[in-house]
């Protein structure tokens, strides 16, 4: 991922990692109505995360596993 993610999506990419959520959960824990806080929004709109449209169950998108590989990556300096 060439721009920095913002410290909240990767927040939520981990929070979502750790265990499967559903859509509903997901929704309830991170959407929000302020422009300046659009974590949910932006995490979508950049591939971040899938959403299975039969079981509704919130995945991180191969594009987001990969970011949090990178990401983890740096912090061990490997």
Do not use: F
Not at 15 to 44: F, G, K, M, V
């Amino acid at each position: 991922m060439n721009s920095p993610m913002n410290a909240l999506t990767i927040q939520l990419l981990e929070w979502i990692s750790n265990h499967p959520r559903t859509y509903a959960e997901a929704l309830d824990a991170w959407q929000t109505s302020c422009p300046r806080l659009s974590i949910w929004e932006d995490a979508c709109i950049a591939g971040l995360i899938d959403c299975e449209p039969c079981s509704r169950i919130v995945s991180v998108s191969r594009k987001g596993q990969v970011a949090l590989h990178q990401l983890s990556q740096q912090h061990t300096g490997t």
